[in-house]
């Protein structure tokens, strides 16, 4: 089975810290994406990654980098933190053509106090 | 610019009732179309997807949808529900099947016994 994971699931962070949200996957997909979602809103695409190195922004990267230093593993990167970055993150990975499809994570929620 | 409209937030039926769940779409071209499900604490799950062909497609767990571009739609529809479907759908467009794509704000579902 195709496994996208998210490092942790659960964070609380302050005001100002910087935060680093992981997301591995294990399937060798070329496309990579950071989501955030909040109720009534839907999920928003924050950054995306099509290759190693390589990122663009999505439709809110305000706030927000990523890094993707190996094809496996994109990670969101928070550089201070604000209680309106309070949400919920998911991960997906997925590799384009006909048969193909996105994988998501299971979410890290996190918390900005 | 591509968008998803849900115009249904919240849906109750009861359970061996049919169910049918909106979305709307607007795209320059010619759309990918998605529905995903998200069950309480998990990521998104594919349903199906659209992009040729035949109009009708079948997905997994006994759903289907209709593209009908004249009305710019993607409908999903179940004939007969069950307590396990209870969940948020997310309707999504995009350009191909693993690049970025535009949720809806999504339904959630609710189903009585």
């Known amino acids: 089975d195709v496994k996208v994971t998210q490092s942790s699931r659960y964070l609380v962070k302050r005001t100002g810290e910087k935060v680093f949200l992981e997301c591995v996957q294990d399937m060798d997909h070329e496309n990579m994406f950071w989501y955030r979602q909040d109720p009534g809103l839907g999920l928003r695409l924050i950054y995306f990654s099509y290759d190693v190195k390589m990122k663009e922004k999505g439709d809110i990267p305000e706030g927000y980098s990523v890094s993707r230093e190996k094809k496996e593993r994109f990670s969101l990167i928070l550089e201070s933190a604000s209680t309106n970055q309070t949400s919920m993150y998911l991960c997906?990975?997925?590799?384009?053509?006909?048969?193909?499809?996105?994988?998501f994570g299971e979410g890290s929620r996190l918390t900005v106090l | 610019a591509q968008s998803v409209t849900q115009p249904d937030i919240h849906i109750t039926v009861s359970e061996g009732a049919s169910l049918e769940l909106r979305c709307n779409y607007s795209y320059g071209a010619t759309p990918y179309l998605f529905w995903y499900v998200q069950s309480p604490g998990q990521g998104l799950q594919l349903l199906l997807k659209?992009?040729?062909?035949?109009?009708l497609v079948q997905g997994i767990k006994g759903f289907e949808a209709e593209f009908k571009r004249s009305q710019s739609s993607f409908n999903l529809r179940k004939p007969s529900v069950h307590w396990s479907d209870a969940a948020e759908y997310f309707c999504a467009v995009g350009p191909s099947t693993a690049s970025k794509l535009t949720f809806g704000t999504g339904t959630r579902l609710q189903v009585t016994l």
């Open positions: 997906a990975s997925g590799t384009s053509g006909t048969t193909g499809e996105l994988f």
């Open positions: 659209y992009f040729s062909g035949d109009t």
